[in-house]
């Protein structure tokens, strides 16, 4: 069996005063969508950033495709989508995706990366004149066609209506069937059920690694946000 795409042990982060992570231990199995869940705050994108070698002060281990976070040799294999959309307001879409391909050196084909996201039709519009859910595609698409063998995706769905929302789930799934690693981050607890497996945070900690079907069987609730409160509340109640 080939080893997790992204090992994390002991993973502590100080931010300022407060303890961003502590002691997390977490692992991304290859090929799969992995969702990275819990309240606002709790440690989501630290998490993230660790893993993409961009975060500060990070103790403990990250190895990412076997190879410590952050290392150069990591750079066209990892691909990163941040809540805010980093994308050229004045290019069109196509220029956008162009210019990120370039920059990456990567071989990737543009048409395939605007496809992947649905986003061909408008790729000669400039981003400016686009909705905020195709402004987010177009940066998916920027981070795609790299062809990233791990593609890190910050609340990517945020804002987004139930349709965009689904949609991209889909879209999700089809890169994870392809060969894909997928790390995504909601604090939306229903996002759950679109992911493999879950790394669930709060404040900071390791809640639990775990599925949704599991989330559900534990606590005997249905609703996804009740199943993690009442995980929240079994820990506090634990010595
Ligand atoms: N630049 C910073 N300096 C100091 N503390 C920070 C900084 N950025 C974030 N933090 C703190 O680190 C903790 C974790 O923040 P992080 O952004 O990782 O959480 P998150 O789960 O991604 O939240 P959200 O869902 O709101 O994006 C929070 O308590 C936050 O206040």
Redo the contacts with the bound molecule.
Sequence with gaps: MEPDAVVCRGVT?Q????L??NDVDADVARGSITGLL????????????AVVGSQKNVRGTVTVLGEPAGTAALRSRVGYVT?SASVYRDLTVRENVTYFARLTGATGDVAEALAAVDLGEVAHQRVKDLSGGQVRRVSIASALVGRPELLIL??PT?GLDPVLRADLWRRFRRLADDGTTLLV???VLDEADHCDSLIL?R??TLLATTTAAEMRSRTGQTSLDAAFLDLITGTEATP
């Excluded at 931010?15 to 407060?18: D, L, Q, T, Y």
């Design positions: 982060v931010r300022g005063r407060r961003a992570l819990g309240p606002s705050g709790c440690g989501k994108s630290t998490l993230m950033r809540q910050d609340e945020v981050s909601s604090h945070l404040e900071g």
